[in-house]
Nanobody, 123 residues
């Protein structure tokens, strides 16, 4: 049984940092990534990482601020978020795809989704 479970979301001040974790048992050979959905907005891509961790991709809005990584030995994917802005406020979802690569990581291609973790950035 494949399950994804995000954790780490909380209230944080603008300019602060936060690290999200995704426990992804059984998904070692999957491309993994993060999406987010702000209130009243469409779900958008944030970052993705290949199964080996050798390739990554980021949305322009988070480049230079967010870093995705994975530790297959611990079956965990991370999203380190620095210099947080109020516009980063959203529910962050961990997702996995058996077929999509980091260059074409869209919500439509995901095989598994986590339930999400809320990140609130105050101004």
């Amino acid at each position: 049984q494949v399950q994804l479970a995000e954790s780490g979301g909380r209230l944080v001040q603008a300019g602060g940092s936060l690290r999200l974790s995704c426990a992804a048992s059984g998904l070692t050979l999957y491309t993994m990534g993060w999406f987010r959905q702000a209130p009243g907005k469409e779900r958008e891509f944030v970052a993705a990482i290949s199964w080996s961790g050798g390739r990554t991709s980021y949305a322009d809005s988070v480049k230079g601020r967010f870093t995705i990584s994975r530790d297959n030995a611990k079956n965990t994917v991370y999203l380190q978020m620095n210099s947080l802005k109020p516009e980063d406020t959203a529910v962050y979802y961990c997702a996995a795809s058996r077929t999509a690569g980091v260059g074409s990581f869209t919500s439509y291609d995901m095989d598994y989704w986590g339930k999400g973790t809320l990140v609130t950035v105050s101004s």
